[in-house]
């Protein structure tokens, strides 16, 4: 199933793209939705931004994934898959494929945040619609605390 959600910010394609690809996912996924829990830590070795890295994703509560960064294309998108969900996730995710995309808006830029979800057998299919709502809802918090983040670095330069 594919989900997504997108956002426009009063800042620049590059901005936001340098911004988001290395920030530390605690600082964004702050909230529960749901099944989907807010992200307490990350397990990694140097900065998040090249093809081929791997992490641990440690969420509030039980659980975790293994994330892979897959693709960067800098300033126009990066990709990701999450594989190994431990916890909530795990009764309905086998595996999700992530993009983020990065369009000029304007005199800003349009975020666009999307999962193809590989659910982990058929119960799980036919529960994705309704986790398809929760995503949404953690995907605008995340967007709307991006929003935050990046306009607080506006306004330090």
Not at 15 to 25: C, G, Q, S, T
Not at 38 to 50: M, Y
């Amino acid at each position: 199933m594919h989900m997504s959600k997108s956002r426009t910010f009063p800042v620049t394609v590059e901005e936001a793209f340098d911004r988001l690809l290395p920030m530390p996912l605690e600082a964004l996924f702050t909230r529960w939705c749901g099944p989907i829990p807010p992200v307490r830590s990350t397990e990694q070795n140097g900065i998040w931004g090249t093809a081929g890295q791997q992490r641990v994703v440690r969420f509030v509560g039980p659980g975790s994934v293994r994330e892979t960064l897959v693709r960067v294309d800098p300033p126009h998108e990066f990709s990701y898959e999450l594989s190994e969900p431990t916890g909530p996730l795990a009764l309905i995710v086998a595996r999700v494929q992530g993009r983020w995309v990065f369009e000029p808006a304007g005199t800003g830029v349009r975020i666009t945040w999307s999962w193809d979800v590989e659910p982990c057998n058929r119960a799980a299919h036919q529960a994705l619609p309704a986790f398809a709502r929760f995503w949404r809802a953690y995907a605008r918090g995340a967007l709307d605390g991006l929003e935050g983040i990046l306009l607080s670095s506006q306004e330090s330069m």
